[in-house]
T-cell receptor, first 113, second 113 residues
């Protein structure tokens, strides 16, 4: 079945460091890919998305490129801030009888001043 | 415009009881999906509804049921609560429940004692 694998956390970085969170997926067909962020005690917020191969999603300095050849959608940011501390979830959705999001297990990011 | 709203925000129940969680989608959205997020894990799909019809169901027991009303709001019901039902229950809405973005509410945190 479809699945999403994320690098395990926590990831601890100093402010202004470069961030990469790896995400790979297994799916038949052509899924759409998403990154959601969850701040402590809150629900999920959409961070960015890509709907087809080679698309680059971007938002708030975060970027991810849909790589079909490597089935990956790695999240990157050039300079993290303390306020970026949160849990990041990679997810996919594809055409099916139900359009359900399939999530990875999440990666906790902690940015220290 | 208001986002997805959920009620209540927190709930404490004992084993064997029944619970009803409520969700109001973003105005104009006709599809609602429910997810269960156990602490430390990614959300798991429970149900999707579109135009008051169940479109999909995840791997959850029959104790879990849901419905969608003519105004597109939705209820999730869980009977005979178990300790393992303790989780954050997330509602997401989308325009038509297809490949488009799902927007999440803040969730209802359920604790079963």
């Amino acid at each position: 079945g479809d699945s999403v694998t994320q690098m395990e956390g926590p990831v601890t970085l100093s402010e202004e460091a470069f961030l990469t969170i790896n995400c790979t997926y297994t799916a038949t067909g052509y899924p759409s890919l998403f990154w959601y962020v969850q701040y402590p005690g809150e629900g999920l917020q959409l961070l960015l998305k890509a709907t087809k191969a080679d698309d680059k999603g971007s938002n708030k300095g975060f970027e991810a490129t849909y790589r079909k050849e490597t089935t990956s959608f790695h999240l990157e940011k050039g300079s993290v801030q303390v306020s970026d501390s949160a849990v990041y979830f990679c997810a996919l959705i594809r055409m099916d009888s139900s359009y359900k999001l399939i999530f990875g297990s999440g990666t906790r990011l902690l940015v220290r001043p | 415009d208001a986002g997805v709203t959920q009620s209540p925000t927190h709930l404490i129940k004992t084993r064997g009881q029944h619970v009803t969680l409520r969700c109001s989608p973003i105005s104009g959205h006709k599809s609602v999906s429910w997810y269960q997020q156990v602490l430390g894990q990614g959300p798991q799909f429970i149900f999707q509804y579109y135009e008051k019809e169940e479109r999909g169901r995840g791997n959850f027991p029959d104790r879990f049921s849901a419905r969608q009303f003519p105004n597109y709001s939705s209820e999730l019901n869980v009977n005979a609560l178990l300790l393992g039902d303790s989780a954050l229950y997330l509602c997401a809405s989308s325009l038509q429940g297809g490949l488009e973005t799902q927007y999440f509410g803040p969730g209802t945190r359920l604790l079963v004692l």
